[in-house]
Each structure stands twice: as C-alpha cells, then as structure tokens.
C-alpha cells in the first residue's frame, strides 16, 4: 500500500453530498491527480480535478438518456488528490510511480477508476498499472487533438507531447480519435508503425468514422483516454492548446455508448483541463461527461438492476 491510502477520501467528492458513498460499496472510484509539470501553451492544468469536482456539483444527479439516478445506483468514490503539484514540485518518475501504485491498488479493490488530470504524461502511469494487472493485451483509445506521439519534447520523454509513444513502446495497440494537429516525427511513425488514427477531418465528412473506429479495436479490452482538446474549442475553450475542428458533444457520447456496448472498458482518464477565468463551461461539460461515462458503465456491466 502506498502513502496514498484508499481510506483517505478527497474532502471535495464528486457529486458533493448529493451522493455520498463510502469505499467499500462504490463501483466507482474517482482519482484526481493535479499534476502539471509540462505544459508548452496556456497553463493550469493542475487546477483541472478540483475544478470538474466543484463543477460535478451542480449536476442533476438523473440522467436522462439512461432514465437512471446513476450515482446513487452505482456509488462512487472521491479519492484524495495525489502527485499534487499545486503544493510543490514532484518529478515525472516519483508522479509516474505514485499514480501507477494507486491505480493498481484501487483496481484490486474492484472498483472502476476514472482518474482527472492535470496533464496527460498522467496517462502513462495509469496505463502502466493495467498493463501490470492484465496478463492479456488491450488497445489504448485515445480522443485528443494532438499525436502526442513524440520521442522527446522540451528535454523529457515524459513530457505530455510524448505520452502515446511510451504507450506505443508498451507494445500496446492504440486507437487514436479527432487528431488534427501533430508533428513530422509524428506522422511518419504513423505510417512506419501503421498506427490507427481517425482524423478530425474524416469525421467531419464520414458518417461512418465509429463503425471504423470500432473496426480498428483488436482487443475486447479497452482503457479510453480522452484529452479534453479532442473536442471542439467552441464547446471545450477550457485546455492548454485548443484546436479547431473537434468532436462535439453529441457525436462524442454516441461513440462512447458504441465503444462501452461493443468492449470491455477497464478504466478512463479526462485530462488536461485547464480552468477558464469567469466561466464555468469547461469543467460543468467535464463533470457531466465524466457521468456520462460512469453511467454507460454501468450499462455495459449491468449495475443497474430493474
């Protein structure tokens, strides 16, 4: 066990007291993780998880699409913040660690983890722990504006310009969704690995980019990744570097609802949130997808009882 016990609850819960549940009943377990060491544009990623986890407070607790009162059906578990560079520095590797060990413990107490960034090199560590659980391969599905496919950015393989390339070099498959911005380096081990990528610019003409995307998964498991500039701007302004062209909010639920019912997902993150002065669009939108995919969840593996 590490330093960052599972019985220490985040004083901030997701939901708030609308639902409050201990960790022994939750299905779910959320885990913060206000790290930013990296960011090359518009700073403040680390003050994304307790942004969305205000934010989830102001949600209705009903979804209307599942006719469900989600949380109070699944439970769901608000662990302490970890690898907290809002309180000082912490080094990649001690981040990477930290965040590996915690995901690793949470999942061996059965519960479903949807870890918040911060920015996405966070996504590296949370993998890592899968990796070391399942002794079968999974596809990392990515939703993100960016490659993130360099060997090195600014100095550091551990820089969040660099996070699917260490997936990549984990012999995993990947799926990558909405990319629309990336590097020569990038786009030639795209074609040299002949890595599945969707681009945004398919999607925007191609009214068959799930089915393809679907197609593209070769393995029943699956970790989704979703870095927060996959989406379009004009309804996600709240990132480090926002693209044009990205996903809206109604294409992006109906591929999550295809990719719950058609695999097996073993866990999420939602990352790189980064919290706009005097307007509340981008965390409100986070805290409600990150419901959306406890909720869809919780369809696939039938929490819900009639």
Known sequence: MTSTALDSPSALAFLGSEIVTDFETARVAILPIPYEATTTYRQGCQHGPESILEASQQLECYDDELDREVGAEVGIYTHCP????RLGGVPAETMLEITQQTVIDLVQADKFVIALGGEHSITAGVVAAYQRLFDKPFTVVQIDAHGDLRHKYEGSIHNHACVMRRIVEMGLPTVQIGIRSLCKEEATLIKEEKLSVIWARDIATDPHWMGEAI????????FLTIDLDGLDPSLMPGVGTPEPGGLNWYSLLEFLQQLFT???VIGCDVMELAPVQDSVVSEFTTAKLVYKLIGYQALAQEWFKE
């Open 215 to 222: 197609a593209n998964i070769s393995t029943n498991d699956v």
């Open 82 to 85: 970890i690898a907290d560079t």
């Open 262 to 264: 058609t695999h097996r």
